[in-house]
């Protein structure tokens, strides 16, 4: 019998639990075991292992972006969109790098992270629907504000800036020039 209360939601709270406080590379099922007062064999009926246990993870991270972001943009359309989805993108990395480190790369090329991967970027593709882009233009714009975002934050969150000027600064710098490649509102 499941043990009461554990069930394959808890255990990926358990497992987030895990990558929060001591890294992505922490997680294994015996680290979510002890989290969850249970022996290790106990896991796999919830889980059938690892592997999945790391999908159902991303699939959790995927749509804790999307409601994060979804918020911060929600009510704004062209260049506040994009600053709002680029600042909340950054919050995100910095309250959370080990769980952000923990979201596949390429989830929309996963079937069991197709959903939520899609979720995230029809997020994105709303903040950019007043530039008129569509298409592959759509997608080159959504690739650049990922790359902007995601290599400014976990730069960050790695300490690669060790300069004393203003972070905050240079984000909104980087942000104000990728946005004035979107094209006129």
Known sequence: MPRAGLSPAA??????????????????????????????????????????LRTLLGARVLDDMTDHFTKAVLGRGGDAAVV??????????????????????????????????GRLLDVV???????????????????CLRAVAHGFSSLE??????????LDETYDRLVATTISTLGPE
């Not at 990926?12 to 290790?40: M, P």
């Not at 593709?125 to 690739?143: E, I, K, M, N, Q």
């Open 125 to 143: 593709l709303a903040a950019l629907r007043a530039y008129g882009l569509s298409g592959a233009d759509a997608v080159h714009a959504t690739r």
């Open 11 to 52: 255990v990926v709270d358990a497992a987030l639990a895990v990558v929060d406080e001591h890294g992505v590379d922490a997680l294994t099922l015996a680290a979510v075991a002890q989290r969850t007062g249970v022996a290790t064999p106990s896991l796999y009926k919830h889980v059938a292992g690892l592997g999945e």
């Open 84 to 117: 709002a989805l680029m600042h909340a993108y950054r919050d995100y990395v910095r309250r959370y790098p080990s769980r952000y480190a923990a979201m596949p790369l390429d989830p929309l090329h996963d079937p069991a992270l197709a959903a939520p991967g």
């Open 157 to 166: 969150a790695g300490g690669g800036f060790g300069l004393p000027e203003d």
